[in-house]
C-alpha cells in the first residue's frame, strides 16, 4: 500500500455542502398550490414552526407532525407575514426574531416526529446572503468556544 493510499482512505467524508449551525427562528408555515403563471394559492391552512439549525441548503425545524416528504410549503418570519387574519392571530404576537428573511419556499426530505429537514427551493439572493451571513457568525463563535474550553 502506498503512501498516497493511505492518506486518502484516513480523509474523514463530509457528508454536508454547507456550513451549518444551531439556529433558532419562529416561523409561520403555509401550504399553497402554485399555478402554471407561478401564482400561488394558499390552501391547507398554517402552521407554526422553529428552526433547530440552519444552512444555506436548507433548514432542521420542530412543527406540529403535519409535514411529510415531499410536501413543498412557504415559511414566513414575522417580517413577512402580510395576511389579515394571520396579524390577528394570537401566535403572531408570540413571535421574536431579530432575523428577517422573505418568504421561504422549501421542501420537506425527511420527517421523524415533530422534526423534518428542509431544502430550499429557489432560495433568492437576499435571503442567501442573510441567512449565510448568521451561519457564518454562530459558526464562528461556536469555534472560538470549543478552542477555549480545550484550552
Known amino acids: 500500500m502506498t503512501s498516497l493510499q493511505e492518506t486518502s482512505e484516513s480523509v474523514a467524508i463530509n457528508r454536508r455542502n454547507f456550513v451549518r449551525a444551531k439556529i433558532a427562528i419562529k416561523m409561520c408555515g403555509f401550504f399553497f398550490e402554485q399555478g402554471d403563471d407561478g401564482s400561488k394559492a394558499y390552501t391547507g391552512g398554517c402552521f407554526m414552526c422553529k428552526s433547530l439549525d440552519m444552512s444555506e441548503g436548507g433548514m432542521q425545524i420542530i412543527h406540529n407532525g403535519s409535514l411529510k416528504p415531499g410536501d ?8 413577512a407575514i402580510t395576511f389579515p387574519k394571520c396579524l390577528k392571530c394570537d401566535q403572531y404576537y408570540n413571535m421574536r426574531s431579530k432575523i ?20 430550499y427551493v429557489n432560495l433568492s439572493n437576499f435571503n442567501r446572503n442573510v441567512i449565510s451571513k448568521i451561519v457564518w457568525q454562530k459558526h464562528i463563535e461556536e469555534t472560538r468556544k470549543e478552542k477555549q474550553t480545550k484550552q
Request: hydrophobic fraction near 35%.
Open 72 to 79: 413543498i410549503v412557504e415559511l414566513r418570519t414575522k417580517n
Open 100 to 119: 428577517e428573511l422573505q418568504p421561504l419556499t422549501v421542501r420537506v426530505v425527511w420527517t421523524q416526529g415533530g422534526r423534518c429537514g428542509l431544502e
